[in-house]
């Protein structure tokens, strides 16, 4: 149980740093297609040069969306559990949450899968050149491999293949263990004893 927490924590932590670095550095390559000098040659007053805007590609703005978005989910998959927690805990209310929180990885892991494969396929494998960009990709398959390891370890822990207490890790399972242990032991006797008069 304190091995899936500290797992769960380090790569939310890691998910959440990643996603900040990364909304930062797609927001400075956006900013650098913005005001480009472009240089121009006239016969009789020489080189200048005009200010202009270029178009960024829309991948740029999508992984900036990403970026945001995988802030928000981090934050709400680190407080739910504890929101919950504090509460009257049911079984709905951690098939809820488990649902919703298996949902929000898978999603987030799609958009990150799909934002380092646009842009490599949009540089045809090579290297762009671009330290901001080639950190940009590094950090997009982080948070892509972070959001899978989620995935799966909340897979894991609601299939009860490793034990949780926080809602929405927790198996789906319990509830019937705990409807087990919590019946009264002569309603479990009585059909054993019933089995007993009839083959007397």
């Not at 079984?91 to 990150?112: D, R």
């Amino acid at each position: 149980m304190l091995a899936l927490h500290i797992a769960l924590y380090a790569l939310l932590g890691a998910s959440l740093a990643f996603a900040i670095i990364e909304l930062g550095l797609s927001a400075h390559v956006v900013s650098l297609y913005h005001h480009i000098p472009v240089p121009e040659y006239d016969y009789y007053n020489g080189y200048s040069f005009e200010v202009v805007d270029i178009k960024p590609p829309p991948i740029l703005d999508f992984i900036i969306f990403s970026s945001a978005w995988s802030v928000l989910i981090t934050g709400v998959a680190f407080f739910l559990p504890f929101f919950y927690r504090q509460k009257e805990n049911t079984l709905t209310t951690n098939k809820l949450i488990s649902i919703g929180l298996v949902a929000m990885y898978f999603v987030t892991w799609v958009f990150w899968l799909a934002s380092f494969a646009n842009i490599e396929w949009l540089l045809g494998g090579y290297s762009s050149g671009s330290s901001y960009l080639d950190a940009m990709i590094a950090f997009a398959i982080l948070l892509w491999l972070s959001f899978l390891a989620l995935f799966i370890l909340t897979i894991i822990a609601i299939c009860g293949v490793l034990k949780s207490d926080l809602p929405g890790y927790m198996p789906f399972k319990i509830a019937n263990v705990d409807a087990a242990h919590s019946a009264d032991p002569a309603e479990l006797e009585a059909p054993e004893m019933e089995r007993a008069e009839v083959a007397a």
